[in-house]
Nanobody, 115 residues
Framework: QVQLVESGGGLVQPGGSLRLSCAAS????????LGWYRQAPGKQRELVAT???????TYADFVKGRFTISRENAKNTVYLEMNSLRPEDTAVYYC?????????WGQGTQVTVSS
């Protein structure tokens, strides 16, 4: 079974930066599609960013220009670099790995943007 562990969440002030990490088990990480999602209180889970096994990234409109998704295959890790954070970015952030048409989810990490 694939295991995903997110880290790097916490409390940050508006305009600040934070880097999330998601480490995955397994030997096929390099051909896995990866994504970051978030879920705010009372809201549905929404897509933040994705990255293909080839390294092509896409972003939701509300984070484009502020967030960057990247992957380090040698460490089986996907990152989400978050800059210019806003209070509305407050949510639980989840990583998702898709391999052989099956989705795997991490437990989530809390990001709180507040002064």
């Amino acid at each position: 079974q694939v295991q995903l562990v997110e880290s790097g969440g916490g409390l940050v002030q508006p305009g600040g930066s934070l880097r999330l990490s998601c480490a995955a088990s397994g030997s096929s990480f390099s051909i896995s599609a990866l994504g970051w999602y978030r879920q705010a209180p009372g809201k549905q889970r929404e897509l933040v960013a994705t990255i293909t096994w080839g390294g092509d990234a896409t972003y939701a409109d509300f984070v484009k220009g502020r967030f960057t998704i990247s992957r380090e295959n040698a460490k089986n890790t996907v990152y989400l670099e978050m800059n210019s954070l806003r209070p509305e970015d407050t949510a639980v952030y989840y990583c998702r790995l898709t391999r052989y048409a099956i989705d795997y989810w991490g437990q989530g990490t809390q990001v709180t943007v507040s002064s």
